[in-house]
């Protein structure tokens, strides 16, 4: 199956992606499994976290396709290669670079740009974005998101990033978000993998509650 297959299956089944910015090569494997057990099918490594690409391999040989692994802030072209070689599937950036995004897809990987502003996101898809990360959602209203989401393909995943709470995620939904990305509410430098499943568990219950009432 290939790695846009996943995505969508894994997406569909639960549509948060955790961003596990600062973790270490020798915790990945034990946040991964508490990640996992509670749901969350999609791991995001920033490649300004700590050896990042041994964090990656570790979660790919761990999880298979039972999870879709893969790179944030990836800011050039030339690292898209290096986090397939390491086991990556997709790739997540702050920005809407058409060169990452155009060697993101024809490397086979998913491709998952920020962006902010319509123009932005219509240029991400012209280069071949197969989701967008709205991004900082801190600066982006669920107003702003049922705005977008008039003129956004229907079908594209909607993936919303930045200050996300469990609290915050049902206007977001309502709005039109496909789904979010989790950061610092759910992962932090040294958390434990227990402390990352409570917190994980937290999220997966929102989302199925439509958040908090």
Wanted: aromatic share 6%.
């Amino acid at each position: 199956m290939s790695a846009l297959d996943d995505f969508r299956r894994l997406f569909a089944a639960c549509p948060l992606v955790a961003i596990i910015r600062g973790v270490r090569p020798g915790e990945a494997e034990a946040v991964g499994d508490a990640l996992v057990a509670a749901g969350i099918r999609i791991v995001e490594v920033p490649l300004n976290s700590p050896d990042p690409l041994a964090s990656i391999s570790r979660l790919a040989r761990r999880f298979g396709d039972e999870a879709l692994i893969g790179a944030g802030t990836v800011l050039r072209a030339e690292q898209v290669p290096e986090v397939q070689e390491a086991g990556g599937r997709i790739v997540v950036s702050p920005n809407s670079d058409p060169d990452v995004i155009a060697a993101t897809a024809a490397a086979g990987l998913v491709s998952a740009p920020g962006y902010f502003t319509p123009g932005e996101a219509f240029t991400a898809l012209k280069a071949g974005a197969h989701a967008l990360k709205l991004f900082p959602a801190e600066a982006a209203s669920p107003a702003v998101v049922k705005a977008q989401r008039a003129v956004l393909p229907p079908d594209l995943p909607l993936i919303v990033v930045g200050g996300i709470t469990p609290e915050r995620m049902a206007d977001y939904l309502e709005a039109g978000a496909s789904g979010f990305g989790l950061g610092g509410a759910l992962y932090r430098p040294g958390d434990g993998a227990e402390a990352v499943a409570e917190k994980a568990r937290a999220f997966v219950a929102a989302l199925a509650n439509r958040g908090p009432r």
